[in-house]
């Protein structure tokens, strides 16, 4: 159990790290995307299995609400269109 905490916290520090070195925005849209994605839900499953096993019920649902603003804070970085700018990846055309 704390294996799988040390997993999410861990993948949630890479999300950070990836966003203040400014590494995903040298790639393409598509790439960026996708890492913040899976770094999002993976880590929102993980922490949601360490909830439902009441594993360190505070740091679990602190988890849980920053793997929701990686969520969405991506679909609000990368899909959504903004000040009349298209999106970076549209998803309807």
């Not at 790290?17 to 839900?41: C, D, H, W």
């Not at 360490?50 to 594993?55: E, I, P, T």
């Amino acid at each position: 159990m704390k294996r799988l905490l040390g997993i999410c916290i861990s993948m949630q520090m890479t999300f950070v790290l990836l966003f203040i070195s400014g590494i995903t925005p040298k790639l393409n849209s598509y790439v960026g995307a996708s890492i913040y994605l899976i770094i999002g839900f993976a880590s929102l499953v993980i922490s949601l299995y360490l909830v439902a096993k009441k594993f360190h019920l505070g740091i679990s649902f602190i988890a849980i609400i920053f793997s929701l603003l990686i969520i969405c804070f991506t679909i609000f970085i990368y899909f959504l269109p903004e000040a009349g700018m298209p999106p970076e990846i549209p998803l309807f055309e």
